[in-house]
């Protein structure tokens, strides 16, 4: 009988961190969103400080391949990672898929990642899956073919909790009548796990883009589509706004358009009240306080229903002109381009490398924590590593206004 139990323990133990699945992608993720909560039953919870920590080492640890720590830390807060086999468009890709478990407890949202992405510094986010019409579904059909880095999708409507979030701005959504954003609109509340996916993203990847898509209803003064990077300001590196509505002209010139940063006068849906585009922009408090300037690494896309959002041809229009303007990834590493690392990675004692117009050097620990920090323009530099332990760490190169990162492991 004792064998019998250990041998169920085994079996149990073996099957939760070996989760394997296969077929086609977007049929896999369409399921998750159809079962996703509406607006009231205050199924989605809010998550503890510990819950965010354990996943932010979550994410990390996907970010570098490191499934058994992901694997593990996920099982704490009831969530698993699916190692999804996506057979369809005659493409067997690999997918790590961040679900909760089946019995769901926290309705946190499902967040996707590719192993081998073609465009491996995009993200494509729909936080109002379920409100904003089709948003969800046109965001697994273009993550599906772009083969972007990363997908994110909420857990529940954004009216389900009714506890009130404490982030600045206000809508009608869900009552009719203005009042402050819900803790389950995760575009309007920094304590949540899809804020948290957006931070480490962002610091973990050189030149990550997030492109989030959004619906509206059309008034008879409106266009079809609205468009910002989260504030009124023209970034002074690339200006991916213009060029998205530039190849959704071209693809459909049927398409009117308001700019946020150059329609200046206008103000409606730019999302200025959004956290992930107010952290990308580098607000101090992505909560209450609203950029001062612009990364023009947020995208904000509001879209009428009929010409984007109303089935797979409107989808393939947002899907075609995200393709253009952001072209495979070269396979030339990017930061060997930029950065001469001087030596071995795995390192022991000190981490060397040469690059011209450094501004920045940090260093950080798989979960996220800095271990080595410095402001600097010297073009040789040596980090003394000696006291690190063994383990994966991240070098994060700044260089004029991009960061260049390279995963290290310390033997």
């Given at each position: 009988?004792?064998?019998?139990?250990?041998?169920?323990?085994?079996?149990?133990?073996?099957?939760a961190?070996t989760q394997?699945?296969?077929?086609?992608?977007?049929?896999y993720?369409?399921?998750?969103?159809?079962?996703?909560?509406g607006?009231?039953?205050?199924?989605?919870?809010?998550?503890?400080?510990?819950?965010?920590?354990?996943?932010?080492?979550?994410?990390?640890?996907?970010?570098?391949?490191?499934?058994?720590?992901?694997?593990?830390?996920?099982?704490?807060?009831?969530?698993?990672?699916v190692?999804?086999?996506?057979?369809?468009?005659?493409?067997?890709?690999?997918?790590?898929?961040?679900?909760?478990?089946?019995?769901?407890?926290?309705?946190?949202?499902?967040y996707?990642?590719?192993?081998?992405?073609?465009?491996?510094?995009?993200?494509?986010?729909?936080?109002h899956?379920?409100?904003?019409?089709?948003?969800?579904?046109q965001?697994?059909?273009?993550?599906?073919?772009?083969?972007?880095?990363?997908?994110?999708?909420?857990?529940?409507?954004?009216?389900?909790?009714?506890?009130?979030?404490?982030?600045?701005?206000?809508?009608?959504?869900?009552?009719?009548?203005?009042?402050?954003?819900?803790v389950?609109?995760?575009?309007?509340?920094?304590?949540?796990?899809?804020?948290?996916?957006?931070?480490?993203?962002?610091?973990?990847?050189?030149?990550s883009?997030?492109?989030?898509?959004?619906?509206?209803?059309?008034?008879?003064?409106?266009?079809?589509?609205?468009?910002?990077n989260?504030?009124?300001?023209?970034?002074?590196?690339?200006?991916?706004v213009?060029?998205?509505?530039?190849?959704l002209?071209t693809?459909?010139?049927?398409?009117?358009?308001?700019?946020?940063?150059?329609?200046?006068?206008?103000?409606?849906?730019?999302?200025?009240?959004?956290?992930?585009?107010?952290?990308?922009?580098?607000?101090?408090?992505?909560?209450?306080t609203?950029?001062?300037?612009?990364?023009?690494?947020?995208?904000?896309?509001?879209?009428?229903?009929?010409?984007?959002?109303?089935?797979a041809?409107?989808?393939?229009?947002?899907?075609?002109?995200?393709?253009?303007?952001?072209?495979?990834?070269?396979?030339?590493?990017?930061?060997?381009?930029?950065?001469i690392?001087?030596?071995?990675?795995?390192?022991?004692?000190?981490?060397?490398?040469?690059?011209?117009?450094?501004?920045?050097?940090?260093?950080?620990?798989?979960?996220g924590?800095?271990?080595?920090s410095?402001?600097?323009?010297?073009?040789?530099?040596?980090?003394?590593t000696?006291k690190?332990?063994?383990?994966?760490?991240?070098?994060?190169?700044?260089?004029?206004?991009?960061?260049?990162?390279?995963?290290?492991?310390?033997?």
């Amino acid at each position: 009988m004792k064998k019998i139990f250990f041998l169920l323990f085994v079996a149990l133990s073996f099957s939760a961190f070996t989760q394997t699945d296969s077929g086609d992608l977007e049929v896999y993720l369409n399921t998750k969103l159809s079962n996703i909560p509406g607006d009231t039953g205050n199924n989605y919870k809010v998550p503890t400080s510990g819950e965010l920590t354990t996943w932010g080492t979550v994410i990390t640890a996907i970010l570098a391949d490191d499934l058994a720590t992901a694997r593990t830390q996920a099982a704490t807060i009831n969530y698993q990672i699916v190692e999804y086999t996506n057979t369809s468009l005659s493409l067997n890709r690999i997918f790590y898929v961040l679900e909760e478990k089946n019995t769901q407890t926290n309705y946190w949202g499902t967040y996707v990642f590719s192993k081998t992405p073609d465009r491996n510094n995009l993200i494509l986010q729909s936080p109002h899956s379920s409100h904003d019409f089709n948003t969800g579904k046109q965001a697994i059909y273009a993550f599906n073919r772009l083969n972007t880095i990363a997908l994110f999708l909420n857990g529940t409507q954004r009216c389900n909790n009714s506890t009130a979030s404490t982030c600045a701005g206000t809508t009608t959504v869900c009552s009719g009548v203005s009042e402050a954003f819900k803790v389950s609109d995760m575009a309007h509340n920094t304590n949540n796990m899809f804020q948290k996916t957006t931070e480490v993203l962002f610091n973990s990847i050189a030149n990550s883009v997030f492109v989030q898509l959004h619906g509206f209803s059309k008034k008879s003064t409106d266009p079809y589509v609205i468009m910002t990077n989260g504030t009124d300001i023209t970034p002074t590196t690339v200006d991916y706004v213009t060029m998205i509505k530039n190849e959704l002209f071209t693809i459909d010139n049927s398409l009117t358009f308001k700019l946020g940063h150059i329609d200046t006068d206008w103000d409606r849906l730019r999302g200025f009240t959004n956290t992930q585009g107010r952290f990308i922009n580098g607000s101090a408090n992505p909560c209450n306080t609203s950029a001062s300037e612009t990364s023009g690494r947020f995208i904000h896309i509001e879209q009428e229903k009929s010409k984007l959002r109303q089935d797979a041809s409107g989808w393939e229009k947002m899907n075609a002109a995200l393709g253009n303007v952001f072209a495979k990834t070269l396979a030339v590493d990017e930061f060997s381009k930029k950065v001469i690392l001087k030596t071995t990675n795995p390192f022991t004692n000190s981490i060397s490398f040469s690059a011209k117009n450094i501004t920045k050097v940090e260093l950080f620990n798989v979960l996220g924590k800095s271990v080595y920090s410095n402001n600097t323009t010297d073009e040789n530099i040596q980090i003394n590593t000696k006291k690190m332990s063994s383990g994966i760490y991240f070098l994060k190169v700044h260089i004029g206004n991009a960061t260049y990162t390279k995963k290290m492991i310390r033997e």
